[in-house]
């Protein structure tokens, strides 16, 4: 223990004695003395930041996964697994900026109940093909790696955890994201309709859907589903418009360009 000593002298003047920041036992230096309280204060007043580190995890095997979008036509709709369903004409399949700017989205969630539970993961599917049907076993798969950050990993039980995921389509035509759920729990009518329960191997660092049987086929809400609209209306949309650039190369005071 440091002790300081200050001799005070009796001449019925004021006096002014400096006293340590801390009562802490440690031999820190004033600024030392400072960090360490301002640290601890932090950590008091806000949520530790977390360690992002992650950890790849592997498909286990070959699994074929159908999207169906949801068609309206002629008052009435249907779904169908091909891209001219969302709105794609065949010339902008594979050729439109629309088409390549388009993309799916895979959501892990530590439950299926929305009231309760936390993203542990987003991860997406940019390269499209000509048909929404995948087969996640290659590295052209963009869905065939998830990352899981060690927070979740750490809740480890006997090897296993269990995810939920969970699929969305932005469509950068419409500028809207359409909404997918297990077409193998159409009549279910809680929240587990809209996942895939899936099972990590912590061993292994590979991961599966741990439910139902192949092909996993997921459908998409109808667009005017309470849902869909309820994540379409938290992002604001824009016109993406080329910029138009004056004719003339000289400039006048006017504001105007001429050609000569």
Do not use: C, H
């Not at 950590?43 to 095997?61: A, C, H, Q, S, T």
């Not at 419409?174 to 996942?195: E, Q, R, S």
């Not at 086929?217 to 949309?237: C, L, S």
Request: zero cysteines; proline letters at 3%; charged letters at 25%.
């Amino acid at each position: 223990m440091s002790i300081i000593k200050t001799k005070v002298i009796n001449d019925s003047k004021d006096k002014f004695i400096k006293i340590r920041f801390s009562a802490n036992d440690d031999f820190y230096g004033y600024q030392q003395e400072i960090d360490n309280l301002t640290e601890i204060t932090s950590e008091d007043l806000i949520n530790p930041v977390e360690d992002g580190e992650m950890r790849r995890f592997k498909v286990e095997y070959n699994t074929q996964l159908n999207f169906f979008f949801y068609w309206r036509f002629f008052g009435s709709g249907s779904n169908s697994d091909n891209f001219i369903a969302a709105s794609f004409s065949p010339n902008e399949i594979n050729k439109s900026l629309n088409f390549f700017n388009s993309f799916f989205i895979l959501d892990v969630y530590d439950t299926f109940d929305p009231n309760i539970q936390t993203k542990i993961a987003t991860t997406y599917l940019t390269k499209l093909g000509t048909e929404p049907n995948y087969g996640i076993n290659s590295t052209d798969n963009q869905f065939q790696y998830i990352y899981i950050p060690e927070s979740f990993l750490n809740r480890e039980n006997d090897g296993f955890l269990t995810g939920y995921v969970k699929f969305s389509f932005y469509n950068a035509k419409t500028g809207k994201i359409g909404l997918f759920y297990d077409n193998a729990k159409t009549t279910d009518t809680t929240p587990n309709k809209d996942y895939l329960q899936i099972s990590l191997d912590l061993d292994n660092r590979t991961w599966k859907i741990s439910e139902g049987t192949q092909p996993y086929n997921v459908y998409e809400y109808p667009d005017d589903n309470a849902n869909t609209n309820k994540v379409n209306d938290t992002f604001d949309t824009f016109d993406n418009k080329k910029q138009t650039y004056p004719d003339g190369e000289t400039f006048i005071n006017d504001g105007t360009y001429s050609t000569w």
